[in-house]
């Protein structure tokens, strides 16, 4: 992070709003100095671009068991993010870096791999999937903010393209390259500087006329800029969150990491909490993932509740950790939309064999765009499934046996916030010691420890230590314990501020329980929809999934993401692409989950958890895995 961040805002408030803020007062931020620029957003209306855009084929949306305004409402739900540190009509007024149309365009944003989304009542600003407006007031010091936002949908939408046709897929991996989209905000500011330009963005901004009004706003906006781009938003923007970080690139985002820097480096201002990006992990695809009984990739959180405001409170949703202008703990996040507006239509009903899952459906291989499914070599395929893959992954979802394995469990019998009718699937965790994949993620997680403030009031856990500071202001704990109790407070917070009562505030939570643990470990869950979700591995470290199941030594060393166009024999991405993954960095290794050898060799592989598979066995697999 760089130096100065804090002055520079300081600076910008002083010549804004004429006093300089305290410390204690929590309006700072580390990762965008332009919070206390939100005011601006009202100098003029949005701006968008008067170009005639020559629209992309429309795409091809597979069936998921979603209406058009379900998928809709999902793309563009706020969460109470303001992920971009910028107002947003500055956003819609920015040009290029290289002055050849808005940084908003729909097929310039699509160069980074967000996927155009029509106007309409969920998107009146025309902004991509998994982008919108958020508009709220700043829990700490009571002023307007006015930003875009990412919403899930933003890393959990997937595009393919394949012999012209483009295939658009909820829920899956997204292929988007945050890191350089953030980059080129950072030079569009700077470019912005130059008065030729700036003229321009004031129009944009602020309205056309020599007024005394636009004058000042004018001054307001070219001096917001040159401080920040002196000291703050575009050496933030610009430089890496530290030089021993790896570069995420396309379809990869260091979550945790990254969600620990925003909630316990910029948001309490504490700069001993940042750390590298050191464990880029893909986008996972998240149908059928409501009813797991743990999440995220090393099944270390069990409340959708905390999920997702946690996952809120990552990509920029604002929290009050001062006694302020409002209430410890109050936030942006719309606790109740969480859980109504997306968890529910990700969920649907309870899955049972009559109906299979009722929310939102892992896609079916579409045989129309991507060729027909050789049925007699698919049928050897799911000899070999239950085989090599059954024992971690469960039987396929599409076979009676998936629904009586005894899977499906309720949490513990005498859970009191588990109704007694709701069944959760237990999924195999493995070790990384047993699968032998990069441990960098699981192990980061476990191992990362943060420093909160006392006045916080969260609880050392039973067993375990939590030393305070020399001067007993701050208290270390566990990154995973510290994130568990802070949300918790956060979600009760806005329950207790709309009166909600314990049974509904269960409801929302999911009727379960705040459950976190670390173990250094990787769950194994089912495959239905694994074509659509390439790269593979949790780290995104193997391109096809014909890779993934050959010998180690046929695995790419190395290779390039960013093509969208789709190999459907091999099952991933053709290699191509401005980001070139190289597998020998830590965190980046496409160790493990090997088939090698005969059974039982004791030469093979560490991480080897099945035989050698022939390529005709490897191409039956892979063709019985598009069934599922």
Request: net charge positive.
């Amino acid at each position: 992070m760089v130096e100065g961040i804090g002055k520079s805002a300081q600076l910008l408030k002083i010549l804004l709003f004429g006093r300089k803020p305290t410390a204690a007062s929590g309006s700072l931020r580390l990762c965008g100095a332009v919070a206390a620029f939100a005011a601006l957003g009202s100098l003029g209306s949005c701006g968008s671009s008067e170009q005639v855009r020559a629209g992309p084929p429309e795409p091809h949306w597979l069936e998921q068991n979603w209406t058009p305004e379900i998928r809709a409402a999902y793309h563009h739900a706020s969460q109470g993010t303001l992920t971009l540190p910028i107002p947003t009509n500055w956003f819609m007024a920015l040009e290029r870096a290289d002055g050849r149309g808005l940084l908003s365009d729909s097929a310039y944003l699509d160069t980074f791999g967000f996927i155009a989304s029509p106007r309409g009542p969920d998107n009146p600003l025309g902004l991509p999937i998994g982008l919108t407006r958020t508009q709220a007031e700043d829990p700490r010091n009571g002023r307007p903010l006015d930003r875009i936002g990412f919403t899930c949908a933003a890393c959990h939408t997937g595009r393919i393209e394949h012999d012209g046709n483009t295939i658009v897929i909820d829920g899956a991996p997204a292929l988007t390259n945050l890191g350089e989209f953030r980059e080129q905000i950072g030079e569009s500011l700077k470019r912005t500087l130059r008065l030729s330009v700036f003229n321009g963005f004031a129009d944009r901004v602020v309205g056309p006329g020599d007024t005394l009004a636009r004058r000042q706003a004018r001054r307001r906006l070219y001096a917001a800029l040159v401080i920040t781009a002196g000291k703050g938003l575009v050496a933030v923007l610009q430089k890496p969150d530290d030089d021993r970080s790896i570069e995420e690139g396309f379809g990869r985002l260091d979550a945790i990491n990254r969600i620990g820097n925003q909630v316990f480096g910029d948001g309490m201002q504490l700069r001993r909490n940042l750390v590298p990006m050191t464990a880029p992990v893909a986008y996972p695809h998240i149908w059928d993932t409501s009813w797991f009984d743990w999440v995220q990739y090393n099944g270390s959180i069990q409340q959708p509740m905390v999920r997702n405001a946690g996952e809120a409170m990552g990509v920029g949703a604002v929290v009050n950790y001062t006694h302020g202008h409002s209430p410890r703990f109050t936030s942006t996040i719309p606790v109740r939309m969480l859980h109504d507006a997306i968890e529910s239509r990700l969920a649907g009903r309870q899955p049972t064999q009559a109906n299979g899952f009722t929310g939102l459906r892992s896609p079916a291989w579409p045989e129309n765009l991507l060729g027909a499914i050789d049925r007699p070599l698919a049928d050897r395929g799911a000899v070999l499934y239950r085989e090599n893959c059954q024992s971690c992954h469960l039987p396929a979802p599409n076979t009676p046996e998936f629904w009586t394995s005894g899977a499906w469990r309720p949490l513990t019998p005498a859970d009191p916030l588990d109704p007694p009718d709701q069944l959760y699937l237990r999924l195999n965790v493995i070790p990384v010691s047993r699968v032998g994949t990069d441990p960098a993620m699981a192990q980061g997680m476990a191992d990362r420890t943060v420093w909160v403030p006392v006045s916080l009031g969260l609880t050392c856990p039973a067993g375990a230590t939590c030393p305070t500071s020399p001067d007993r202001a701050l208290r270390r704990f566990g990154f995973g314990d510290a994130l568990g109790q802070l949300v918790e407070l956060v979600a009760n917070r806005w329950y207790d501020a709309n009166n909600v009562p314990l049974a509904e505030r269960r409801r929302l939570n999911g009727n379960r329980p705040n459950g976190l643990r670390t173990p250094i470990a990787y769950k194994a869950r089912p495959l239905n929809g694994i074509w659509a979700t390439a790269p593979f591995l949790h780290n995104g470290s193997v391109p096809t999934l014909w890779a993934l199941l050959s010998p180690y030594g046929e695995r790419p060393p190395s290779f390039q993401l960013g093509n969208r166009q789709f190999d459907p024999q091999n099952v991933g991405y053709v290699n191509g692409g401005a980001f070139t993954l190289n597998t020998a960095l830590a965190g980046n290794r496409n160790t493990g989950h090997l088939f090698e050898g005969p059974p039982g060799n004791i030469q093979r592989p560490s991480g080897t958890i099945g035989r050698a598979l022939s390529p005709d066995e490897r191409r039956a697999l892979i063709e019985y895995l598009k069934t599922l």
